[in-house]
């Protein structure tokens, strides 16, 4: 539980995790555009940013629960902008619905950006020149198409100021 960024308890992260096929792809193209220095994460889609350390119980037993139910259909739906990067926009309702129960949960624990409302999206580049976010963002863009995405399971994972750390993780049934 310590070892956080700034020498105290290290904070939880949340994330939802991919099927194998999707993991591949989206990893690929973070590792193709992000910049190489700054990509110590692989493909991830962020649910909470920063929970605090005490929670580490209740949440595992929450992220367990939640994972009893089949996995919940989600779709890659577009290609954002992030002005210095690009993102994938995603949309699944299910899995949303998990975020609601969980920020409803931890209400009172949540830091600002994990109580504003989610837009769920995976950052394939980020943290890069405006003009080079602009070129990806028209080369992803060029004959998109939405698609299915596997969401497999539920992590919760320490942060430590670089690669997080696993706690756990949860595969959805089936």
């Given at each position: 539980?310590?070892?956080?960024?700034?020498?105290?308890?290290?904070?939880?992260?949340?994330?939802?995790?991919?099927?194998?096929?999707?993991?591949?792809?989206?990893?690929?193209?973070?590792?193709?555009?992000?910049?190489?220095?700054?990509?110590?994460?692989?493909?991830?889609?962020?649910?909470?940013?920063?929970?605090?350390?005490?929670?580490?119980?209740?949440?595992?037993?929450?992220?367990?629960?939640?994972?009893?139910?089949?996995?919940?259909?989600?779709?890659?739906?577009?290609?954002?902008?992030?002005?210095?990067?690009?993102?994938?926009?995603?949309?699944?309702?299910?899995?949303?619905?998990?975020?609601?129960?969980?920020?409803?949960?931890?209400?009172?624990?949540?830091?600002p950006q994990d109580a504003?409302?989610?837009?769920?999206?995976?950052?394939?580049?980020?943290?890069?020149?405006?003009?080079?976010?602009r070129a990806l963002l028209?080369?992803?863009?060029?004959?998109?198409?939405?698609?299915?995405?596997?969401?497999?399971?539920?992590?919760?994972?320490?942060?430590?100021?670089?690669?997080?750390?696993?706690?756990?993780?949860?595969?959805?049934?089936?």
């Open positions: 539980m310590s070892g956080g960024v700034d020498g105290g308890p290290a904070p939880i992260i949340v994330s939802a995790l991919f099927g194998d096929r999707d993991f591949a792809w989206l990893d690929g193209l973070r590792r193709a555009h992000f910049p190489p220095e700054r990509n110590v994460l692989p493909a991830h889609l962020t649910l909470f940013h920063h929970l605090p350390p005490s929670v580490e119980h209740e949440l595992r037993a929450l992220l367990a629960q939640a994972a009893r139910a089949p996995a919940p259909p989600a779709r890659v739906t577009g290609v954002m902008s992030l002005g210095r990067g690009v993102a994938f926009r995603i949309d699944s309702p299910e899995l949303a619905a998990i975020r609601v129960l969980l920020a409803d949960h931890f209400a009172g624990l949540l830091t504003t409302p989610w837009r769920p999206h995976l950052t394939v580049q980020n943290k890069v020149t405006p003009e080079a976010a028209a080369e992803l863009s060029a004959g998109f198409q939405p698609r299915p995405l596997a969401i497999a399971g539920l992590a919760c994972w320490w942060y430590r100021g670089g690669p997080w750390e696993l706690i756990a993780r949860y595969s959805f049934r089936g």
